[in-house]
């Protein structure tokens, strides 16, 4: 097995969250060029457009998490950062994942990015485009459950046999 480390995270000039490279084990709503990494972002609760309420509300939910520590919260720019631990292809790695959340006032909507920093490669990594080993969908599954823990919505399409509440439906602004 070959290892490689990336500790990327924060946000870049632009002030959106990084995508992910093809070399890492990644889930992100910036991720728009990679489909397998690449995560609709979430409205935050319908009943509030209050931006402030939903940080609150997201803070408290990570650090009631089991699984993640906040490293790291900027309430001007609403994003939180946290670690969390994780395994790749059934064994423990020995580093961490960086999970990163940013909402965005003027959308309405939140921004995450989960990645770990250890990519585990079956060869010898050739270049960024070689692929790890799978974390058996542990960022993914990360991050919806902190979704469902603060009953957000994703903005992804729904399958047709979801159930249909039209309470949950709006309209995103752009």
Do not use: M
């Not at 969250?17 to 990644?26: I, K, V």
């Not at 961490?96 to 990594?125: M, Q, T």
Request: charged share 25%; hydrophobic share 40%.
């Amino acid at each position: 097995f070959t290892t490689r480390y990336c500790r990327r995270f924060g946000l870049d000039k632009d002030g959106r969250l990084l995508a992910c490279l093809p070399s890492e084990n990644c889930v992100s709503s910036s991720a728009i060029k990679s489909p397998a990494q690449f995560d609709a972002p979430w409205t935050f609760s319908s009943a509030s457009r209050d931006a402030a309420a939903a940080f609150d509300a997201l803070v408290a939910a990570v650090e009631a998490a089991p699984d993640l520590a906040v490293a790291a919260v900027d309430r001007d720019a609403l994003y939180l950062r946290a670690t969390a631990r994780t395994k790749i292809s059934g064994r423990a790695a020995s580093d961490v994942d960086d999970v990163e959340l940013l909402i965005s006032k003027e959308k309405g909507l939140v921004f995450h990015r989960s990645a770990s920093r250890e990519a585990v490669f079956f060869f010898p990594a050739q270049n960024i485009y070689s692929v790890p080993l799978s974390d058996d969908g542990t960022n993914r599954a990360r991050l919806d459950a902190l979704r469902a823990t603060l009953g957000w919505e994703s903005t992804a399409a729904r399958s047709e046999d979801a159930e249909d509440d039209p309470r949950s439906y709006q309209a995103l602004r752009y």
